[in-house]
């Protein structure tokens, strides 16, 4: 039988078929269209209110995530090359380290983002940090000890800590996007759960005043700065909220090991990879008047008032002379400097006394108050903490 292409019949010949196709006893089931479509008589296309109104609904609830979805961290090579490389415990889930890595400038969703485990995480770092710098360091000046608690829980050092890491950030945060990068944008709305201090009542009349370590004890924040209004905590640079947005991260990790494996685990967690990085503190001293200030120390412990005394002198009438100056309270030497002159050399040896007084250390494996949490802990010896700094 010879086969014949529709494409090639006629009209005629497709008339006839039709018509023999209905004369036909039995009838055949006419195909419904795949698409049904609505044709409208105007020239506008206008559909008819219901299914406008259901297109309206469908373009508001049908919309991209701001960030990737909570089930796509199981799929994420990257994350869990991240949850591997950190050594964490099976108890933290890959679902909890992917909404570690979203910031709320990326999703302000506080379901969805890290805000609530990064302030959890900071308070955590904050409070190992500082009684590690208090038990080791006692006789630290306030604002040294801010400086030093900034080195170690500050953003900039969290940021070279994620670094180290290998966390690397999505060139823009969205739905698509691996769960195993970090979601941050800078022109993304900052968003601030919770904060320590008050925001200072000149700040708000737009003036400046002095402030006292005392006040930045109580009104500031963690590391003694003054609080910004709403309107003006958005003016940052843009490596200052990158920092920001890195150091976040590590804080939200340190937060989700406390939640998932609890707080033995957060601190160890915190002395591997905060506390464990080399810092010298003797860096952070900027002395003003050091002559001064060594004498209010001697006469507020009760040493004889310093003198300073020629020790060593090499090429007095030459170009480059060097003097040797001992600074002595009695019979006992406090420190020694060197110089081109004999008072600069007076005040580097000034400036090293004052410096071993205040960086005196009872050793590198000091007990911390959170020691006592353990089991089986030994009975707590209060650590000797000086009244602080002088002038």
Not at 70 to 75: D, Q
């Amino acid at each position: 039988m010879k086969r014949l292409r529709v494409s090639q019949w006629s009209s005629k010949q497709l008339l006839q078929a039709s018509s023999r196709a209905s004369s036909a006893p039995i009838s055949i089931a006419s195909r419904q269209p795949f698409l049904q479509s609505l044709r409208c008589q105007s020239s506008a296309a206008i559909a008819p209110e219901h299914l406008a109104d259901d297109l309206a609904v469908a373009e508001h609830t049908i919309h991209a995530a701001p960030s990737p979805p909570p089930e796509r961290s199981l799929e994420s090579a990257k994350l869990a090359a991240l949850h591997a490389r950190l050594a964490l415990s099976a108890k933290v889930p890959l679902q909890t380290l992917a909404r570690a890595l979203i910031t709320p400038s990326a999703d302000t969703n506080g379901s969805f983002n890290n805000s609530n485990l990064a302030f959890l995480g900071s308070t955590i770092i904050n409070y190992h940090v500082l009684e590690y710098l208090v038990c080791k360091w006692p006789r630290l000046p306030m604002t040294i000890l801010y400086e030093a608690l900034r080195a170690y829980a500050g953003q900039e050092s969290l940021q070279q800590v994620a670094r180290r890491w290998g966390v690397e950030a999505a060139a823009a945060p969205g739905e698509e996007v691996d769960p195993g990068l970090l979601q941050w944008k800078a022109d993304g709305e900052q968003l601030v759960s919770t904060r320590w201090g008050y925001v200072r009542s000149e700040v708000r009349r737009d003036s400046s005043y002095r402030r006292g370590v005392s006040s930045r004890v109580v009104l500031d924040d963690a590391f003694g700065d003054a609080l910004s209004k709403k309107g003006q905590a958005g003016e940052q640079g843009y490596h200052a909220l990158q920092n920001e947005a890195f150091g976040s991260f590590v804080q939200a990790v340190v937060g989700s090991i406390y939640t998932h494996s609890g707080r033995e685990a957060a601190k160890s967690f915190v002395t591997s990879h905060i506390l464990a990085r080399q810092f010298d503190p003797s860096a952070l001293f900027q002395f003003q008047l050091p002559t001064r200030e060594l004498a209010m120390l001697c006469a507020r412990e009760g040493f004889e008032a310093p003198v300073a005394r020629l020790e060593s002198e090499t090429g007095r009438l030459s170009r480059t002379p060097v003097y040797v100056v001992g600074i002595y309270s009695g019979k006992e030497k406090l420190g020694e400097g060197a110089g081109p002159s004999l008072d600069i050399a007076r005040r580097k040896a000034s400036m090293n006394s004052l410096k071993a007084w205040y960086l005196y250390s009872p050793g590198n494996k000091v007990r911390v108050p959170s020691d006592m949490m353990e089991e089986g802990a030994k009975p707590w010896k209060a650590p000797h903490i000086d009244i602080g700094e002088i002038i």
